[in-house]
Structure formats: structure tokens, C-alpha cells
């Protein structure tokens, strides 16, 4: 595979039109030319009226070269959708759908939202591993988008505006591995067991700030440092700096975070840390290529429950 693009400059010279970018998907799904995948016929023809198709020469199988990918069925060019992957893995903030509307000159803000909402599904790796070795794990409660605050003396579903959310860091050598990053309903043993059990793989140790909830969490070796609220950072740094990471983008990205949509965000926010030095790879992921992925629905997209 050629050296991935670097600048903006260099992604329109790659990917100029619908034909390099489908071009692209062929050399990822055929390195080695095309193979037939209900018969393994090395032969086939790119059909002329049907675009970026192969027609197996032995039995006939038309293969697109979207199959499998975010982008297969989908209405809007190719060029649009390198385009927003792109720009989606490389801005080491993201972009939101209104700003993706608007640099991709896209029409509405519904299909601009639609296109973010699919990239970031791709965000989970299906059986993705489990953070291992030594894992700093604490929790913390992020404020709600304004919108989405209770109203003043009413029953809110959460607690004076806050979201709970539960994070796991990977401690390697002294510096930050991989992160997960989850809601929670409470800070509860039974919530952050829940959590851990997720998202730490057994044998890893786990090193909390000794809060009561940790302790018992099945498969794991609990390492508490029993501490005051003060010193919290030095114990778990890695978890406090990511949990400010994490508050300072929901605030400056999506003028803070919508509880309905809020583990989709925070899977966004750990997809981009856990692949900050592999862009190439992020771009890759985000259109599905090479990740056998089932279709997403709008309806999926709206009703994240019915799917989760
Ligand atoms: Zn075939």
C-alpha cells in the first residue's frame, strides 16, 4: 500500500474522482487482483453499466467493490465519503455533522448528520480486545449539553446536569496505552463492576483511588491507593488526564454532550486517542474496508438501545 496522504493537498491528488477512489477499494479487497468470493475464480470483468462491479468469469457473481464497506448502497459519492473519513481521522478534534455540511457542500444538515452518525458506528472494532496489563480506572461526571439539563426543580434523569461515565487506561512503561471509555448509571459496585468486566481483560490489574465500588471486580487484581480527592492525579494520572481530555472536546466540539447519543461520543473520543499515531489506519476503519460490518439503518442510528 502506497504511503498514506499527509496533507489535504496530497488526499485530492489520491483521490481526485469516484473512479480512484473505487480503485482504492480494489487494490484493499484484491491485493493480489481480483478473487470471486462465492467461488475463488480469479477471473472478472468490471461491468460497463454498473458502477465498480466485477462479474466472476466462472460463476457469475457480480461482487461491487463497496460490498462489505459503510459506503455500499449508499446515495452519496465516494468522493464524499473519503472525504468526510478523512477529515473525520485526521482532525485530532473530529468535526461535527454542521461543519462537515458545510466544508463538503453537502445539502442538507440531515444527510451531513446521517454520514457522521455511520463513521462514527464504525468507531467499536467488533472483538475488540480487552485493555490488559496495568490499567488505571476511575470515573468521573461530565456536564450535559444545556439542552439536555433538567429543568430547574423537576425530576431529571441524571444528577444536576452530569452524565456518569466510567474510564479505563492501559499503563505502559510510564505512559498511556489504549482507553475505554463507558456510561454508567451510578457509581455503584455493581456499575463499575460491570464496567471492568467489559472492558479489562482477567489477569490485568487494576489500580483505582480505593473508592469502595472497585474491590471484588471479578478476574482482576485491585491495586487501591487509598487517597483524598487532592492527590487523585498522581495516583491515576493517566485517567484524569483523559477524563479532561474528554470534557474540554465535548465542550468545544458539541458545546457539551446530548445524554441520548453520549456513549457514541465517548466511543468517538477513544477511538481517535487509541489511534493517534495511526491516522492511516482510522481512515481505514471508518469506511468499514476490510471489517466485515452489517448495513446501518437510520433507525439503528436514531435508536442506538435497539442495537447496543
Ligand atoms: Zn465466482
Given amino acids: 500500500m502506497a504511503d498514506f496522504p499527509r496533507s489535504l493537498i496530497?488526499?485530492?491528488?489520491?483521490?481526485?474522482?469516484?473512479?480512484?477512489?473505487?480503485?482504492?477499494?480494489?487494490?484493499?479487497?484484491?491485493?493480489?487482483?481480483?478473487?470471486?468470493?462465492?467461488?475463488?475464480?480469479?477471473?472478472?470483468?468490471?461491468l460497463v453499466?454498473?458502477?465498480f462491479t466485477r462479474e466472476c468469469a466462472g460463476c457469475g457473481r457480480q461482487t461491487s467493490v463497496t460490498?462489505?464497506?459503510?459506503?455500499?448502497?449508499?446515495?452519496?459519492?465516494?468522493?464524499?465519503?473519503?472525504?468526510?473519513?478523512?477529515?473525520?481521522?485526521?482532525?485530532?478534534?473530529?468535526?461535527?455533522?454542521?461543519?462537515?455540511?458545510?466544508?463538503?457542500?453537502?445539502?442538507?444538515?440531515?444527510?451531513?448528520?446521517?454520514?457522521?452518525?455511520?463513521?462514527?458506528?464504525?468507531?467499536?472494532?467488533?472483538?475488540?480486545?480487552?485493555?490488559?496489563?496495568?490499567?488505571?480506572?476511575?470515573?468521573?461526571?461530565?456536564?450535559?449539553?444545556?439542552?439536555?439539563?433538567?429543568?430547574?426543580?423537576?425530576?431529571?434523569?441524571?444528577?444536576?446536569?452530569?452524565?456518569?461515565?466510567?474510564?479505563?487506561?492501559?499503563?505502559?512503561?510510564?505512559?498511556?496505552?489504549?482507553?475505554?471509555?463507558?456510561?454508567?448509571?451510578?457509581?455503584?459496585?455493581?456499575?463499575?463492576?460491570?464496567?471492568?468486566?467489559?472492558?479489562?481483560?482477567?489477569?490485568?490489574?487494576a489500580r483505582t483511588d480505593g473508592w469502595g465500588g472497585y474491590p471484588g471486580a471479578p478476574g482482576v487484581t485491585h491495586d487501591p491507593h487509598v487517597i483524598g480527592p487532592m492527590a487523585a492525579h498522581i495516583v491515576l494520572p493517566w485517567t484524569h488526564r483523559v477524563f479532561a481530555n474528554l470534557k474540554a472536546w465535548a465542550l468545544g466540539v458539541y458545546h457539551g454532550l446530548r445524554q441520548q447519543h453520549l456513549q457514541s461520543y465517548l466511543d468517538e473520543f477513544t477511538f481517535r486517542f487509541n489511534r493517534r499515531r495511526t491516522r492511516h489506519a482510522a481512515f481505514r476503519s471508518l469506511l468499514g474496508i476490510g471489517v466485515a460490518r452489517m448495513p446501518t439503518t437510520y433507525n439503528m442510528l436514531i435508536r442506538p438501545e435497539a442495537t447496543a
Fill in 10 to 46: 496530497e488526499f485530492q491528488r489520491r483521490f481526485p474522482d469516484e473512479r480512484a477512489c473505487a480503485a482504492y477499494l480494489a487494490q484493499v479487497r484484491w491485493p493480489d487482483g481480483f478473487r470471486c468470493p462465492a467461488c475463488g475464480h480469479a477471473k472478472g470483468w468490471e
Fill in 49 to 51: 453499466g454498473k458502477a
Fill in 67 to 205: 460490498a462489505g464497506t459503510v459506503m455500499h448502497a449508499s446515495k452519496l459519492p465516494l468522493t464524499v465519503w473519503f472525504w468526510a473519513a478523512y477529515l473525520m481521522a485526521t482532525h485530532s478534534n473530529g468535526i461535527a455533522a454542521l461543519q462537515l455540511q458545510a466544508q463538503l457542500g453537502l445539502g442538507s444538515y440531515k444527510s451531513a448528520w446521517l454520514l457522521c452518525a455511520k463513521l462514527r458506528r464504525a468507531m467499536v472494532a467488533p472483538g475488540r480486545a480487552p485493555l490488559a496489563g496495568l490499567v488505571e480506572i476511575d470515573e468521573t461526571a461530565i456536564p450535559l449539553h444545556r439542552r439536555d439539563e433538567p429543568p430547574a426543580g423537576g425530576q431529571g434523569r441524571s444528577r444536576q446536569g452530569k452524565m456518569l461515565v466510567a474510564g479505563g487506561v492501559e499503563v505502559h512503561g510510564g505512559g498511556p496505552g489504549r482507553v475505554r471509555l463507558a456510561t454508567i448509571a451510578d457509581f455503584s459496585a455493581r456499575s463499575l463492576h460491570a464496567f471492568v468486566e467489559a472492558n479489562v481483560a482477567p489477569g490485568a490489574t
